[in-house]
């Protein structure tokens, strides 16, 4: 009887609870021995799906209103919320944590807390009672010497507790991180010598009511400004494996770089077709290469080629194990952390241009409607014959005469290609896509690895190019499993939450625009009466939007289209961007929202995203007939898990940017910046800087010329005597103050225009 049976089982009992002994009783035929229901049991509730509430009884933790479980989201100050696994019926949003009961975790870990209370408008506060999984292993800090002890004060300011360091565990075996090529070895020969320095701890004693962790240093990165030291702050800051164990790298040497003919066997020849790759400059792994082309009936023919990977990495094998546990390959600003090794991503895997690659091709034809007619999937084998950049396929295109010379046997095959891009890009946008073309920030860097400055990334039809054809393709392989009734991983997009819907339209009306969803539906509750300080009794009205809200993408398609080119259209598109959920892999098909599609998935990259190459295992089994090649189980866990390991990247590389502008900020303090509030609180309002790309925050209590207050209804902050106001989208010129060198955040002021004379701006 398996983990998920008897886990049924409890939750079709009264309450969804059961104890021990009646579970014997009712469960004895199915299970070969006590032992293994305690064993079962014991895993179920490693895992949080049972809670043993005390000893011998269970409930089940998603049907149960009075436990819950979830990841502690600890706060600076102390406290923390718990963000559950599973909706808790009448609970909004997470679960509040007082500061004497966060003591016993550390943030992200994994706990059981006990809803002390639900209120009416949804708010809950509990306390933990068991840790079921350790976040942090290792913290990364600086390491500190006082009177009564040496310890590490962990660079993550959410984990508050100070590391102790015992007496003889100061000194690691190895006193340098062998990524840093280049670095002068550090001469570490005493405890003394460490202090101010970055270290690594392993913990050996977590904290539990109050008392601190313990652990021993592992690893000495160096000076807090020492060159690259930011980046391997973050790399173990966010738990990213970045060596290579010994046997996966014993693997990816044994491989040849050249094909043998047997490999070639029952794969379609495409070498004798002007196969081309597009990507950055600083690319090293070629995953996709494609190929467009008239068909004599005036279709479009269209093949994407990806990487193999499938071929040389075999479920179960180190490189395998190991990819999975990277789930993606993480890209700083000057170094990437791979998924899979380089004998492998920038080797026989990568699309090289002029020598043979294996791949796995879609084949589609497609109408002047940009609909799918026709479509093949297969084994294959390419020779591409050009590294292209985007940069020079768009200037190609924009009639650069030198590299239309270059390139003369190619210009046919990439005017068509934009001519196919932009009939894909239409037919998306009628079946109501969101297309957001934000500028995104190009961060540049000395040769110190400092930023000297940001640009505007550009994006252009060579950009555009790849998406559509990428996209195609991944939505073709995504409907060919599905249709084939084959159990797979979805990249899906939910619909967006009613409440951040609701926030954005009250916004979006103050600029006189809106999504066009007519009343939004909510619910109103009343708190209890409360005294204000000169004693009057007041009632705060709580407004929650309903789940019963109607909105398609087509709401935000229009709203974009009515914003093109107005000065709102930066700080509209971002709040709409904010209002929509985060896209994750899932085994159950919900669509995907922002891009209207039904079924969507990721297949074309597999060196560097794992579900890709999870898909191109489905698919290579499809076309042999293999039907159930995962259990939907086993493709549940790897979805979740390679959601999360996407977001520990997304957070790595993003944090890392932001520590970049900041120190590149400090050497601008007291200079004069004109930006845009992006949102107001209670404790001010946060401004980007034009240009820059950069934002800080506007504390309310240094605005000047009256007291400020925060008014929520409408999101504003107020002067209580003037009446002035500072509104989400308004333009302001602000002094920067300062910049704090620890959390990395910048702190402006207000600058008011001085009459009769003009300040000076630097940009």
Same mark, same amino acid.
């Given at each position: 009887?398996?983990?998920?049976?008897?886990?049924?089982?409890?939750?079709?009992?009264?309450?969804?609870?059961?104890?021990?002994?009646?579970?014997?009783?009712?469960?004895?035929?199915?299970?070969?021995?006590?032992?293994?229901?305690?064993?079962?049991?014991?895993?179920?509730?490693?895992?949080?799906?049972?809670?043993?509430?005390?000893?011998?009884?269970?409930?089940?933790?998603?049907?149960?209103?009075?436990?819950?479980?979830?990841?502690?989201?600890?706060?600076?100050?102390?406290?923390?919320?718990?963000?559950?696994?599973?909706?808790?019926?009448?609970?909004?949003?997470?679960?509040?944590?007082?500061?004497?009961?966060?003591?016993?975790?550390?943030?992200?870990?994994?706990?059981?807390?006990?809803?002390?209370?639900?209120?009416? &408008?949804?708010?809950?506060?509990?306390?933990? #009672?068991? =840790?079921?999984?350790?976040?942090?292993?290792?913290?990364?800090?600086? /390491?500190?010497?006082?009177?009564?002890?040496?310890?590490?004060?962990?660079?993550?300011?959410?984990?508050?507790?100070?590391?102790?360091?015992?007496?003889?565990?100061?000194?690691?075996?190895?006193?340098?991180?062998?990524?840093?090529?280049?670095?002068?070895?550090?001469?570490?020969?005493?405890?003394?010598?460490?202090?101010?320095?970055?270290?690594?701890?392993?913990?050996?004693?977590?904290?539990?009511?109050?008392?601190?962790?313990?652990?021993?240093?592992?690893?000495?990165?160096?000076?807090?400004?020492?060159?690259?030291?930011?980046?391997?702050?973050?790399?173990?800051?966010?738990?990213?494996?970045?060596? /290579?164990?010994?046997?996966?790298?014993?693997?990816?040497?044994? /491989?040849?770089?050249?094909?043998?003919? &047997?490999?070639?066997?029952?794969?379609?020849?495409?070498? $004798?077709?002007?196969?081309?790759?597009?990507?950055?400059?600083?690319?090293? &792994?070629?995953?996709?290469?494609?190929?467009?082309?008239?068909?004599?009936?005036?279709?479009?023919?269209?093949?994407?080629?990806?990487?193999?990977?499938?071929?040389?990495?075999?479920?179960?094998?180190?490189?395998?194990?190991?990819?999975?546990?990277?789930?993606?390959?993480?890209? /700083?600003?000057?170094?990437?952390?791979?998924?899979?090794?380089?004998?492998?991503?920038?080797?026989?895997?990568?699309?090289?241009?002029? =020598?043979?690659?294996?791949?796995?091709?879609?084949?589609?034809?497609?109408?002047?409607?940009?609909?799918?007619?026709?479509?093949?999937?297969?084994?294959?084998?390419?020779?591409?014959?050009?590294?292209?950049?985007?940069?020079?396929?768009?200037?190609?295109?924009?009639?650069?005469?030198?590299?239309?010379?270059?390139?003369?046997?190619?210009?046919?095959?990439?005017?068509?290609?934009?001519?196919?891009?932009?009939?894909?890009?239409?037919?998306?946008?009628?079946?109501?896509?969101?297309?957001?073309?934000?500028?995104?920030?190009?961060?540049? +860097?000395?040769?110190?690895?400092?930023?000297?400055?940001?640009?505007?990334?550009?994006?252009?039809?060579?950009?555009?190019?790849?998406?559509?054809?990428?996209?195609?393709?991944?939505?073709?392989?995504?409907?060919?499993?599905?249709?084939?009734?084959?159990?797979?991983?979805?990249?899906?997009?939910?619909?967006?939450?009613?409440?951040?819907?609701?926030?954005?339209?009250?916004?979006?009306?103050?600029?006189?625009?809106?999504?066009?969803?007519? $009343?939004?539906?909510?619910?109103? +509750?009343?708190?209890?009466?409360?005294?204000?300080?000169?004693?009057?009794? =007041?009632?705060?009205?709580?407004?929650?939007?309903?789940?019963?809200?109607?909105?398609?993408?087509?709401?935000?398609?229009?709203?974009?289209?009515?914003?093109?080119?107005?000065?709102? *259209?930066?700080?509209?598109?971002?709040?709409?961007?904010?209002?929509?959920?985060?896209?994750?892999?899932?085994?159950?098909?919900?669509?995907?929202? $922002?891009?209207?599609?039904?079924?969507?998935?990721?297949?074309?990259?597999?060196?560097?995203?794992?579900?890709?190459?999870?898909?191109?295992?489905?698919?290579? $089994?499809?076309?042999?007939?293999?039907?159930?090649?995962?259990?939907?189980?086993?493709?549940?866990?790897?979805?979740?898990?390679?959601?999360?390991?996407?977001?520990?990247?997304?957070?790595? *590389?993003?944090?890392?940017?932001?520590?970049?502008?900041?120190?590149?900020?400090?050497?601008?303090?007291?200079?004069?910046?004109?930006?845009?509030?992006?949102?107001?609180?209670?404790?001010?309002?946060?401004? *980007?800087?034009?240009?820059?790309?950069?934002?800080?925050?506007?504390?309310?209590?240094?605005?000047?010329?009256?007291?400020?207050?925060?008014?929520?209804?409408?999101?504003?902050?107020?002067?209580?005597?003037?009446?002035?106001?500072?509104?989400?989208?308004?333009?302001?010129?602000?002094?920067?103050?300062?910049?704090?060198? #620890?959390?990395?955040?910048?702190?402006?002021?207000?600058?008011?225009?001085?009459?009769?004379?003009?300040?000076?701006?630097?940009?």
């Amino acid at each position: 009887m398996t983990d998920a049976n008897i886990l049924e089982h409890v939750a079709r009992l009264p309450h969804a609870r059961g104890t021990f002994k009646q579970l014997v009783r009712e469960l004895g035929p199915k299970v070969a021995s006590r032992d293994e229901l305690e064993s079962a049991l014991d895993r179920l509730i490693e895992r949080g799906q049972l809670i043993e509430v005390r000893s011998g009884h269970f409930v089940v933790t998603r049907l149960s209103r009075e436990f819950a479980v979830g990841r502690l989201n600890m706060h600076r100050d102390g406290y923390g919320f718990l963000i559950p696994d599973h909706p808790i019926e009448g609970l909004k949003g997470d679960v509040y944590i007082p500061r004497e009961s966060a003591q016993a975790a550390m943030h992200g870990d994994r706990v059981v807390v006990r809803i002390a209370r639900i209120e009416r &408008d949804g708010r809950a506060d509990g306390e933990i #009672v068991k =840790v079921l999984r350790r976040a942090h292993q290792t913290v990364v800090g600086e /390491f500190r010497i006082r009177k009564r002890g040496n310890f590490v004060a962990p660079h993550d300011e959410r984990i508050r507790q100070w590391i102790q360091i015992p007496e003889g565990m100061e000194l690691p075996s190895a006193t340098l991180s062998r990524d840093r090529v280049g670095v002068t070895p550090l001469d570490v020969k005493s405890p003394e010598d460490l202090d101010g320095m970055v270290v690594n701890v392993e913990i050996i004693e977590f904290p539990e009511d109050g008392d601190q962790a313990v652990g021993r240093v592992i690893e000495i990165l160096g000076r807090p400004d020492d060159f690259g030291v930011d980046v391997e702050i973050m790399i173990r800051k966010h738990h990213i494996p970045h060596h /290579f164990p010994p046997e996966v790298l014993e693997q990816a040497q044994s /491989f040849s770089n050249i094909i043998r003919e &047997d490999e070639l066997a029952g794969r379609h020849d495409y070498r $004798a077709l002007d196969i081309v790759t597009i990507d950055g400059e600083t690319a090293r &792994d070629f995953d996709d290469a494609v190929w467009v082309d008239r068909l004599a009936n005036g279709n479009y023919a269209l093949q994407v080629h990806i990487a193999d990977v499938s071929h040389y990495v075999q479920p179960g094998s180190p490189i395998d194990e190991e990819a999975f546990l990277r789930g993606t390959s993480v890209y /700083f600003p000057d170094r990437a952390v791979p998924m899979l090794p380089l004998e492998l991503s920038t080797e026989i895997c990568s699309l090289k241009p002029n =020598v043979d690659r294996l791949v796995l091709s879609v084949e589609l034809e497609i109408d002047r409607r940009g609909d799918i007619l026709a479509q093949r999937f297969g084994r294959g084998v390419i020779r591409s014959v050009e590294r292209m950049t985007y940069t020079d396929v768009h200037a190609l295109l924009e009639g650069d005469t030198a590299l239309r010379e270059r390139y003369a046997g190619l210009i046919d095959r990439f005017e068509l290609m934009r001519e196919l891009a932009l009939v894909l890009n239409q037919k998306r946008i009628r079946r109501g896509a969101i297309d957001f073309d934000m500028p995104e920030p190009l961060i540049e +860097f000395d040769e110190f690895g400092e930023m000297a400055g940001v640009t505007r990334s550009p994006r252009n039809i060579a950009h555009r190019l790849i998406e559509e054809f990428m996209l195609s393709a991944n939505e073709a392989v995504a409907s060919h499993l599905e249709q084939a009734d084959i159990a797979s991983i979805f990249r899906i997009h939910e619909k967006p939450d009613p409440k951040r819907v609701l926030e954005f339209e009250e916004i979006a009306t103050h600029f006189g625009y809106s999504l066009g969803i007519g $009343a939004v539906p909510v619910k109103r +509750f009343r708190t209890q009466p409360m005294r204000r300080r000169d004693g009057k009794m =007041v009632r705060k009205e709580i407004v929650i939007a309903d789940d019963s809200l109607s909105i398609s993408s087509r709401n935000y398609q229009k709203l974009i289209a009515q914003i093109e080119g107005k000065p709102e *259209e930066r700080i509209l598109t971002y709040l709409m961007l904010r209002s929509l959920k985060q896209a994750r892999y899932s085994a159950e098909n919900r669509g995907h929202f $922002a891009l209207a599609a039904s079924s969507y998935t990721h297949f074309t990259s597999p060196i560097r995203r794992y579900p890709d190459l999870i898909v191109h295992r489905l698919l290579d $089994a499809s076309l042999g007939g293999i039907r159930d090649l995962i259990a939907p189980e086993r493709l549940q866990l790897i979805a979740h898990d390679c959601s999360e390991t996407e977001r520990r990247a997304a957070d790595a *590389e993003r944090e890392l940017v932001e520590w970049k502008k900041a120190r590149f900020m400090e050497g601008r303090v007291g200079e004069e910046f004109r930006g845009l509030i992006t949102s107001t609180t209670r404790f001010g309002f946060f401004v *980007e800087l034009e240009n820059l790309f950069v934002e800080g925050l506007v504390p309310i209590d240094t605005l000047p010329g009256d007291r400020y207050m925060f008014q929520d209804n409408v999101r504003k902050i107020v002067g209580q005597r003037t009446r002035r106001e500072f509104s989400i989208g308004d333009t302001v010129n602000v002094l920067l103050d300062r910049v704090d060198p #620890v959390e990395h955040k910048l702190q402006f002021s207000l600058i008011e225009p001085v009459k009769g004379r003009k300040k000076k701006q630097r940009l």
